[in-house]
């Protein structure tokens, strides 16, 4: 035996000190090879629609209402569906539900005993993927040993019927039945799925992505893998000043500088106070923000006061683009310094090779002879909104955890999960990228784009690796062959100072071309090229996105590649839901296999704990199991495995002495 592997095993005998304790857990294990495969949860393009996210979230993509159909449907009490939906919405929200459903009982206590019976029943459905251990170590400390009597309690058990009724009994009687449901509840949702993956695009557009970030570190076990949009917060976070004047230009667009100033704390003074003095004798008209169904502005004088800050971000914003272009020639975007290439005489600019007339070439803050040079108050603004962003606590806590948790793809049982795009070329290969360390492509492009997102926000301070890695997250943002935005270019200069439909036209990536081509052996191909790259099995290997809305109501599936390639963006974002629709998709893979659920717009969670309201979901079975899939088929299956052929060595070393066992106490 090499010294390296009986290292290992003396390590390991610290929580097998014996035979029998490593067999033990051998044979626990094979037993956990043997449970259905738990479910998985996938869900993307969020953008700080918290409503939707927390409904879907609690009903598990109606993975929750199935499992109450299945026990309840055939209770004589809960024959209707509107009774079945009352008991879902329960399980979704028991803290809020509660109060509602206990005035309308004439008897409550039979009415406790009724909900707690069911709620054991729809939790023992839940926990059966699960060993009894598992549960066990779920369970709220406070009611442990009650609940697990109860869950695993045989109730046609006679010898033991007085017993189990003198518990339901003692939990009404001493006041905690409450308690028990809102128990029950949590850890019905708890076991529902085993793992939630968010495919990118939490942050921007929608209200309270800080309320979603909040409910993400919240959750039991979760990976996050980033968006354009994620990693352009990451880098406003770490101090980047061309991202943070690009996230106040977004959160503008959308009239929603309370989102910045409610949820993050973030002083957005200083600009406002800019924007009235240098912009109020300005043009704003192109800056109005957008306003999506039933929002209104409260004045004129509002409306122009959020349209003279969002054009003084917008200009600052096309400054600092023009700075990190100039500091980083390797991103080959210096067509994309705008402002420099405006003929301010003619009050033209060349964009893409063709010259448009400018709607707007009223800049009081650019200087013709260097346009891309802050005034001396708009880099005071910067300073103070970078300060802001940086000392906000909030903001940086969910920020550490989109790094604890996330990254630019992940590999799990069979699928690849990522945001954009593996850039490709014209061809069909892989886009080859020249960076300062050397050229990447396909995976190795993905490992060194997350190696520079991370350096620039843990880099040392002040150290040229942060300032490299801080504008290498704006080109994860917007940048020609970002893995996270998949576009040519991102077109915020031509949408608001020319206008022209033409000119802010964002081509797609020969990526979208292929996945996305009609000839489906084209797309197969594609595909396959990316499963060899990235070590998936042909045959069951998925690739699943988000990033681009699939316009369900034009009749765009979201299938692609013979069901190889699943889009999950469907418009979660109200902004997107006109184009799309629908109001998102959402992916659940369980021991039966994927399938699709496609959702209905999101009226509110007050609807939801009031009427019942539930989101309306399709669910489109992309691919079932001839059998049914069990852990062992799974990654952590095959971590199983190992560990087993470990104790199995473990064992083996005891039996021929390199080790000694020892007793409980540890003495040899």
Request: charged share 30%; glycine share 6%; hydrophobic share 40%.
């Amino acid at each position: 035996m090499q010294l390296s592997e009986k290292k290992f095993l003396t390590w390991m005998a610290k929580d097998y000190p014996t035979i029998a304790a490593a067999s033990e857990e051998m044979i626990n294990l094979q037993a956990i090879l043997k449970l259905p495969k738990p479910t998985e949860h996938f869900m993307s393009d969020l953008h700080g629609e918290y409503e939707a996210f927390t409904h879907i979230l609690s009903n598990a993509s109606g993975v929750i209402r199935e499992k109450v159909e299945r026990v309840l449907a055939q209770k004589p009490d809960m024959e209707l569906p509107a009774q079945r939906a009352e008991f879902a919405a329960l399980i979704y929200y028991p803290v809020q539900k509660l109060p509602v459903l206990k005035e309308r009982q004439s008897d409550l206590e039979q009415w406790y005993r009724k909900t707690l019976l069911y709620l054991l029943e729809v939790c023992r459905v839940t926990e059966s993927k699960y060993t009894r251990s598992f549960v066990r170590k779920r369970l709220p400390k406070t009611f442990a040993y009650i609940l697990d009597e109860l869950l695993h309690a045989h109730f046609e058990d006679h010898a033991k019927e007085d017993y189990y009724e003198r518990i339901l009994s003692s939990i009404i009687d001493t006041g905690q039945a409450d308690d028990f449901i809102i128990a029950l509840c949590e850890l019905i949702r708890r076991l529902s799925v085993h793992r939630l993956h968010i495919v990118g695009d939490i942050f921007d557009r929608g209200a309270r992505p800080d309320i979603i970030m909040d409910e993400l570190i919240a959750h039991h076990a979760v990976d996050i893998q980033w968006g354009n949009h994620d990693a352009e917060w990451m880098g406003a976070a770490a101090g980047s000043e061309v991202c943070i004047a690009s996230v106040i230009h977004v959160a503008l667009s959308y009239h929603d500088p309370e989102m910045l100033e409610d949820s993050y704390g973030l002083n957005l003074r200083p600009l406002a106070l800019f924007a009235e003095e240098v912009y109020k004798d300005t043009d704003v008209s192109a800056f109005y923000p957008k306003l999506l169904g039933g929002e209104t502005l409260a004045s004129r004088r509002d409306f122009d006061r959020a349209a003279r800050m969002h054009k003084a971000i917008t200009v600052m914003l096309c400054k600092l683009e023009c700075q990190v272009l100039a500091r980083n020639p390797e991103f080959q975007m210096e067509d994309r310094a705008l402002l420099e290439r405006i003929d301010f005489a003619a009050q033209t600019v060349e964009v893409d090779g063709v010259s448009y007339r400018m709607r707007d070439c009223d800049f009081p803050t650019v200087d013709p002879a260097c346009p891309s040079q802050l005034t001396q108050e708009e880099a005071a603004v910067m300073e103070k909104l970078r300060r802001s962003f940086q000392e906000s606590e909030r903001l940086q806590r969910h920020i550490r955890f989109l790094y604890a948790k996330g990254g630019i793809y992940k590999v799990e049982n069979q699928n690849l999960l990522f945001h954009g795009a593996v850039p490709m070329n014209e061809s069909g290969g892989f886009a080859s990228v020249k960076t300062r360390d050397g050229w990447f492509s396909g995976r190795a492009w993905m490992d060194y784009c997350e190696k520079k997102a991370r350096d620039g926000y843990f880099a040392p301070e002040n150290s040229a690796a942060r300032r490299e890695g801080q504008d290498f997250l704006w080109y994860l943002w917007c940048g020609r062959l970002s893995p996270l935005f998949g576009r040519y270019k991102m077109s915020v200069f031509e949408h608001f100072f020319i206008g022209e439909p033409q000119a802010y036209e964002e081509k797609k990536n020969a990526y979208y071309t292929f996945i996305e081509s009609d000839d489906p052996k084209q797309a197969e191909r594609a595909v396959m090229r990316i499963f060899e790259e990235f070590g998936l099995d042909a045959e069951r290997g998925h690739i699943i996105n988000g990033h681009v809305p699939v316009r369900a109501k034009a009749g765009e599936s979201p299938l692609k590649a013979g069901g190889k390639l699943l889009v999950i963006d469907g418009g979660f974002c109200k902004a997107y839901q006109g184009k799309t629709g629908i109001a998102g998709y959402t992916l659940v893979s369980s021991s039966r296999g994927l399938s699709l659920r496609s959702h209905s717009p999101f009226e509110s969670l007050q609807k939801a704990i009031e009427q019942n309201g539930d989101i309306l979901s399709v669910v489109n079975v992309v691919e079932t199991s001839q059998k049914r899939i069990c852990v062992e088929d799974t990654d952590e299956g095959a971590r199983l495995k190992e560990k087993i052929q470990d104790l199995r060595a473990l064992v083996q070393a005891y039996r021929t002495g390199v080790l000694k066992e020892t007793s409980a106490e540890g003495s040899a």
